[in-house]
DNA sequence: TTTATTCATCGTTAAATTGCAATAAATAAA
DNA sequence: TTTATTTATTGCAATTTAACGATGAATAAA
């Protein structure tokens, strides 16, 4: 149905599936990678960078925003996005907690 | 569309999307929880623990294989699966050096 | 051999996603 | 004030995704 059962899953579960979604479309990496050079930058710097239309940079943008991991601030007729500080380093330490447990040795696989 | 433009995007870029996008469903999530704890089991395990029907679960842990996290070995008429030490270690490395990069500080942001 | 068990695949439905043109809203510039 | 710039929103089409019933394939058990 394209509809997923988040009531059966834990808040953590579907917390973190969230975050990985968001992060799961090359176009919001490639904007990430764009802030994380170039610290600051508007919108439509982002439309000439990547070769999206403005609508869709837009929208991309706004999921980001979402999770927290940019934040926008308006400058004028341009807004100004960057990375956000706490949101990244959330996020990031919710991976790391994720993917850093220990896991079973190759002895243990079937 | 619903049709991502891969295209316009860097090998490394639709690589570490595809990765966040597989892991960007709860069900996935719960999978992967459920083998680090219990290192095997086998598809109707994951049925009865998860609660989705068989072949959803099926459809799931395909996709899981396919990215190279887990494996699976068939036994008898069931199948084996655990994570895949490798896989795992890879994709682990590759969420940490992109999250690891230094982000901006506070100051630096609009 | 017949039956039961286990899982993958197929086909279908409902919903979400991606992308863009058109447009609205808000501010800056002339 | 009028015009230009910039971005968000709306509405739409094409595609993908999530879920499951039905079924097939393969092996184990009776």
């Known amino acids: 149905m394209g509809l997923t059962k988040t009531e059966i899953f834990t808040e953590g579960q579907n917390r973190l599936a969230k975050v ?3 992060l799961g479309h090359p176009a919001r990496i490639a904007i990430l990678q764009h802030l994380l050079k170039v610290q600051t930058c508007i919108c439509g710097d982002l439309v000439d960078e990547i070769g999206l239309a403005q609508p869709t940079i837009s929208q991309h ?3 980001l925003k979402t999770l927290g991991i940019i934040q926008g601030t308006i400058e004028g007729t341009s807004v100004c996005y960057c ?3 706490q949101g990244w ?3 990031r330490d919710m ?3 994720f993917m850093n447990q220990a896991i079973p040795g190759n002895n243990a696989c079937c």
Chains 1, 2 share one sequence.
Do not use: C, G, Q, S
Request: net charge negative.
């Open 89 to 91: 380093e959330e996020i």
């Open 61 to 63: 943008l706004k999921e």
């Open 83 to 85: 990375i956000n500080p």
């Open 95 to 97: 991976l790391w907690n």
């Open 20 to 22: 990985a979604k968001v």
